[in-house]
């Protein structure tokens, strides 16, 4: 099994994209090819076909690859949940909890067998590995434990491609630090480097390119122009690249207000309402420039306790409690859905409380949380208003959470049924993440928006999630066969030889 890794000089540098564009090309080459990250932290998760739990990253990555992802391609998850702790999942399911001392001194000196197991495992199946690199390579404190960068390189015995993201300036500085802060060995893995996310005319950088071929004597395999895309990015630092998308939002007619949680996850489940044409969607933080929104959405969270508390702290709680009152309609997303409801119970002291704290009041419904998770793709259809549309995608939760006076929000095909919706209609949660996913629900559920407004309702023609996702990732390999060396990283691929340790 061959393999290639993609490492960074910095965290966001472009890695996860990077290797999703590969993967496609490896794919669309002919090669069985899978990703691999031995190590990822991430709020953003997926949720595999038997119901284990790893980075979204490694999920699109599959899809790119025309496979199923399993707990392999990403062995070791970490979830943080609060202040230097994390929740670490291996294999896909929940190990435990832990300060960040004890997982890096008691823990990852003991893992390296369960990744060497996933790897064993893939090799059965593929014959090439794309693999993610973590953050930096270069980190000296965290270097001795550091289990997702050289040390994989190391067991993979495999080539490094360095990338470096151009738009956070000093990209020459950190690509040339990086390598200086290498171990000899280390450095002799790095065949390659790509400049990730130009803008700009490519002859003014072209001096610097040479300049730093000379000086380390390793090529520059590729700049790659600032890519427009679709696809899920794995963590919240992409949130801000979310909210700023240069969509033309003239003539908006709904303005939809996101509560951007502390401790928000799978932040991805709103991306579809910023493709929706003629809507505004914006981050909301604080009751600065609250307004009157259309509609309100409170996402998913890794402590919906604490995010709770915050909500209350910020005034944002009795703010989203008025807006209903004036009209807006609110959805919540699994945690989301937790704090719209009347109390939250903790008997197991999972989230970290005693006794009962009061939700938003706003669905007549109670949670109590419990510390096992339920992990699982799910598929139904809605109930109400929306009576018969059927919906797709997937659980991650530890909460149970008991209707009193509310319908039902949809019916599982195993006959479950899920979530909750107010007597107005006008409020609804569910713990289904990736319901605005499902293209021909969020039109429609927007167009009745619209409807309560006297508006116009946009067109009924939706493109299907899977097609979106199809072309996204055959217009990103595109994109990398245009700007990236193929023929040369093939060379490094083919002619690879390993290297010798001291």
């Known amino acids: 099994m061959k393999s290639i890794m993609i490492q960074g000089t910095t965290s966001d540098a472009g890695k996860s994209l990077l290797c999703t564009g590969l993967c496609r090309i490896f794919y669309e080459d002919g090669h069985r090819v899978a990703p691999f990250k031995s190590q990822n932290m991430a709020l953003n998760s997926y949720i595999t076909q038997d119901g284990g739990e790893i980075g979204r990253a490694q999920g699109v990555q599959a899809e790119a690859c025309n496979i199923e992802a399993t707990v392999d391609m990403n062995p070791i998850l970490l979830k943080p949940k609060a202040y230097m702790v994390s929740e670490v999942i291996v294999h896909g399911r929940h190990h435990a909890d832990m300060e960040a001392f004890s997982y890096r001194s008691q823990f990852v000196p003991t893992v390296m067998p369960k990744i060497e197991e996933s790897i064993s495992r893939l090799a059965q199946d593929y014959n090439m590995l794309v693999v993610e690199g973590a953050g930096s390579p270069a980190e000296i404190n965290l270097k001795d434990r550091d289990i997702a960068n050289m040390r994989m390189a190391d067991l993979l015995d495999c080539p490094v491609l360095l990338a470096a993201d151009i738009e956070r300036g000093g990209v020459f500085a950190s690509i040339v630090g990086t390598l200086e802060l290498l171990d000899p060995h280390e450095r002799a893995r790095v065949q390659g480097f790509i400049i990730n996310k130009f803008r700009g005319n490519k002859e003014l950088l072209d001096s610097g390119l040479e300049w730093l071929e000379q000086r380390t004597g390793i090529p520059v395999l590729g700049v790659i122009p600032h890519f427009e895309h679709d696809i899920d990015p794995e963590d919240s630092l992409a949130l801000d690249a979310l909210k700023l998308k240069k969509r033309d939002r003239t003539g908006a007619d709904l303005d939809i207000a996101v509560i951007k949680l502390p401790r928000i996850s799978n932040f991805t489940?709103?991306?579809?309402?910023?493709?929706?044409?003629?809507?505004?969607?914006?981050?909301?933080?604080?009751?600065?420039?609250?307004?009157?929104p259309d509609l309100i959405v409170l996402p998913g969270s890794?402590?919906?306790?604490?995010?709770?508390?915050?909500?209350?702290?910020?005034?944002?709680?009795e703010a989203i409690r008025s807006a209903h009152e004036r009209g807006s309609h609110i959805a919540g997303i699994?945690?989301?859905?937790?704090?719209?409801?009347?109390?939250?119970?903790?008997?197991?002291?999972?989230?970290?409380?005693?006794?009962?704290?009061?939700?938003?009041?706003?669905?007549a419904t109670s949670t109590t949380f419990h510390a096992e998770k339920r992990t699982v793709r799910n598929a139904g259809q809605l109930l109400g208003s929306f009576q018969g549309v059927e919906v797709e995608g997937y659980e991650i939760h530890l909460g149970r959470t008991e209707r009193h006076a509310a319908e039902p929000f949809l019916q599982f095909d195993s006959g479950e049924q899920d979530g909750a919706v107010s007597a107005d209609g006008k409020v609804f949660g569910t713990y289904l993440h990736g319901l605005f996913q499902n293209r021909a629900?969020?039109?429609?559920?927007?167009?009745?928006?619209?409807?309560?407004?006297?508006?116009?309702?946009?067109?009924?023609?939706?493109?299907?999630?899977?097609?979106?996702?199809?072309?996204?990732?055959?217009?990103?390999?595109?994109?990398?066969?245009?700007?990236?060396?193929?023929?040369?990283?093939?060379?490094?691929?083919?002619n690879w030889n390993g290297v010798k340790q001291a």
């Not at 945690?335 to 009347?342: D, R, V």
């Not at 409380?353 to 706003?362: E, S, V, Y």
């Not at 939706?462 to 979106?468: D, K, L």
């Open 269 to 292: 489940d709103i991306s579809p309402l910023q493709e929706e044409p003629s809507t505004s969607v914006r981050y909301i933080t604080s009751l600065r420039g609250f307004g009157d």
């Open 302 to 317: 890794k402590n919906t306790v604490e995010d709770l508390i915050w909500l209350q702290e910020q005034g944002l709680a």
């Open 334 to 363: 699994c945690g989301g859905f937790q704090m719209l409801g009347e109390t939250l119970y903790d008997p197991e002291h999972v989230e970290s409380i005693r006794g009962t704290l009061d939700g938003l009041g706003l669905l």
């Open 441 to 494: 629900f969020t039109r429609a559920y927007l167009n009745a928006i619209r409807s309560e407004k006297g508006l116009p309702p946009c067109g009924d023609e939706v493109t299907g999630e899977a097609e979106r996702r199809e072309d996204s990732y055959q217009k990103l390999a595109a994109h990398l066969r245009q700007h990236l060396d193929m023929e040369r990283i093939y060379t490094i691929l083919n």
